[in-house]
């Protein structure tokens, strides 16, 4: 059974420093692992996904993610935060064998202070 | 940009009424999809559809739920008699049939309120 855990509900980072939003998964196989940011009263949307090769995976608005296979991680990365990156960060694992399961984390609410 | 597009935006209804929510997923996609999210906490899996058929369900579908495409463009999500914890924001989202590693699109979302 594949399932995804964001062990922090909330992460706090002053501007202009580095933000990390962690996520683990356990899994049956190899799954595809994809990040994604809701603002408030919005749907989810996507920022980044790993499917195969360069274990640094560069996405939208500056996030970047690195999948760690030895500890089934697959941390959400920003170099420097800015106070409108401040929303909830959901990580999810699709299982290559089963396309019909696309399951989410928890979420972590990134509060990015001036 | 091709999107999700859902509605209604926001729905009351009174305990033991139905309930449709449609959506309208991106033209070319494949998977389809219904999640729930309960005061913007976790985004919880109900159904999943391909094929014009449902391929995988949670617990939480059970029969008071029901999903349609009927259309070839809808696709519906219904609540036979809604319950108070019914209430939600109701996600609609669909998926390219690129061998699983395509990503979920998402619509806006629906509200709903049960009274």
């Known amino acids: 059974a594949q399932s995804v855990a964001q062990p922090e509900d909330q992460v706090n980072v002053a501007e202009g420093n580095p933000l990390t939003v962690k996520c683990t998964y356990s899994v049956s196989g190899n799954p595809y692992l994809f990040w994604y940011v809701q603002y408030p009263n919005r749907g989810l949307q996507f920022l980044l996904k790993y499917i195969t090769g360069d274990n640094l995976v560069k996405g939208s608005y500056g996030f970047e993610a690195e999948f760690n296979k030895s500890q089934t991680s697959f941390h959400l990365k920003k170099p420097s935060a800015l106070v409108s990156d401040s929303a909830l960060y959901f990580c999810?694992?699709?299982?290559?064998?089963?396309?019909?399961?696309?399951?989410f984390g928890s979420g972590t609410k990134l509060n990015v202070k001036p | 940009e091709p999107e999700v597009t859902q509605t209604p935006s926001h729905q009351v209804t009174q305990m033991g009424q139905e309930v449709i929510l449609r959506c309208v997923p991106i033209s070319n996609h494949l998977y389809f999809y219904w999640y729930r999210q309960i005061l913007g906490q976790k985004v919880e899996f109900l159904v999943s559809?391909?094929?014009?058929?449902?391929?995988?369900k949670s617990e939480i579908f059970d029969d008071q739920f029901s999903v349609e495409r009927p259309d070839g463009s809808n696709f519906t999500l219904k609540i036979r008699s809604t319950k108070l914890e019914d209430s939600a924001m109701y996600f609609c989202?669909?998926?390219?049939?690129?061998?699983?590693?395509?990503?979920?699109?998402f619509g806006e979302g629906s509200r709903l309120t049960v009274l």
């Open positions: 999810a694992v699709r299982d290559r064998g089963n396309f019909n399961k696309f399951y």
């Open positions: 989202a669909s998926s390219a049939g690129t061998g699983g590693s395509g990503e979920l699109f």
């Open positions: 559809f391909y094929n014009n058929e449902i391929s995988e």
